[in-house]
Nanobody
Framework: QVQVVESGGGQVQPGGSLTLTCAVSGSSFSFSTTAWYRQAPGKQRELVARIGNTGDANYSDSAEGRFLISRDNADTTVWLHMNSLKPEDTAVYYC?????????WGQGTQVTVSS
């Protein structure tokens, strides 16, 4: 059974940094894509960053230059390093894992950027 578990959310002041961790169990990381999405109150879920099996990554316009996605294929873990956080980054952040024909979501972790 595949499980996707996020951690690392919390409250941080504007301009601060936070690192989210996504631990995937029950599956290999080979031929997989992993990503971070977020959903703010009253808004649709949106892609923040995606990283493929070979380490190729892409980012939303709002994340470009501030966030960094990385993964460890051996440990089946994905991270989202967030810098220069803004109040508009406040949202529930979800980890997404897709391999072959299956895809899975984590339960989400709250990130609040506020002074």
């Amino acid at each position: 059974q595949v499980q996707v578990v996020e951690s690392g959310g919390g409250q941080v002041q504007p301009g601060g940094s936070l690192t989210l961790t996504c631990a995937v169990s029950g599956s290999s990381f080979s031929f997989s894509t992993t990503a971070w999405y977020r959903q703010a109150p009253g808004k649709q879920r949106e892609l923040v960053a995606r990283i493929g099996n070979t380490g190729d990554a892409n980012y939303s316009d709002s994340a470009e230059g501030r966030f960094l996605i990385s993964r460890d294929n051996a440990d089946t873990t994905v991270w989202l390093h967030m810098n220069s956080l803004k109040p508009e980054d406040t949202a529930v952040y979800y980890c997404y894992f897709a391999r072959l024909t299956d895809n899975y979501w984590g339960q989400g972790t709250q990130v609040t950027v506020s002074s």
